[in-house]
T-cell receptor
Framework: SQELEQSPQSLIVQEGKNLTINCTSS?????LYWYKQKYGEGLIFLMM?????EEKSHEKITAKLDEKKQQSSLHITASQPSHAGIYLC?????????????FGGGTRLMVKP | DADVTQTPRNRITKTGKRIMLECSQT?????MYWYRQDPGLGLRLIYY???????NKGEISDGYSVSRQAQAKFSLSLESAIPNQTALYFC???????????FGAGSRLTVL
């Protein structure tokens, strides 16, 4: 089965600093998804990456899928308290769009004002 | 109203009790999923259903059962709850041909 490992498991940054979260897969990624969970709430979809080398941005968050399609990174520029939460990466477990997702263990982000 | 509604949002129960978590959706999606979240373990799939007559076991189905009463309703049951089933449970939906899961707000279950 596919396994996703996220690093770091937790992160505390000062407001305004940049940060990167990594997601490494044990198998080739056919679809990689980033979700954000605010503490005590559900998950909100951020971005989806499918092609090697693909990069997407939304506001101050940029996600990349490496050329070999086994690792993705999520980069936040000039972090704000509103970025705090748990970030999870998820991957299609089959080469079949979105039927099942396997998730990483999550990265807990705290942003200090 | 939320697209995916879970009830109850919080529940405390005792070992051996039967518990049902309910999920309803207004998205019109065919596919519905139950995940549990434990600290540091991310989300693990319990059961999923691609249609009303379709039920599939996920990664950690032991100790759980599900019922897809209608396209919009998918319930998760713990026949005899045990303390290691204490977790945050999420219901999610996905439309056919789509890639993105829509999650409910979660049901926090504590088994004493």
């Amino acid at each position: 089965s596919q396994e996703l490992e996220q690093s770091p498991q937790s992160l505390i940054v000062q407001e305004g600093k940049n940060l990167t979260i990594n997601c490494t897969s044990s198998k080739t990624l056919y679809g990689l998804y980033w979700y954000k969970q605010k503490y005590g709430e559900g998950l909100i979809f951020l971005m989806m990456l499918q092609k090697g080398g693909e990069e997407k941005s939304h506001e101050k968050i940029t996600a990349k899928l490496d050329e070999k399609k086994q690792q993705s990174s999520l980069h936040i520029t000039a972090s704000q308290p509103s970025h705090a939460g748990i970030y999870l990466c998820g991957a299609d477990t089959y080469n079949n769009a979105g039927n099942m997702l396997t998730f990483g263990g999550g990265t807990r982000l705290m942003v200090k004002p | 109203d939320a697209d995916v509604t879970q009830t109850p949002r919080n529940r405390i129960t005792k070992t051996g009790k039967r518990i049902m978590l309910e999920c309803s959706q207004t998205k019109g999606h065919d596919r519905m999923y139950w995940y549990r979240q434990d600290p540091g373990l991310g989300l693990r799939l319990i059961y999923y259903s691609f249609d009303v007559k379709d039920i599939n076991k996920g990664e950690i189905s032991d100790g759980y059962s599900v019922s897809r009463q209608a396209q919009a309703k998918f319930s998760l049951s713990l026949e005899s709850a045990i303390p290691n089933q204490t977790a945050l449970y999420f219901c999610a939906t996905m439309g056919s041909g789509a890639n993105v899961l829509t999650f409910g707000a979660g049901s926090r279950l504590t088994v004493l």
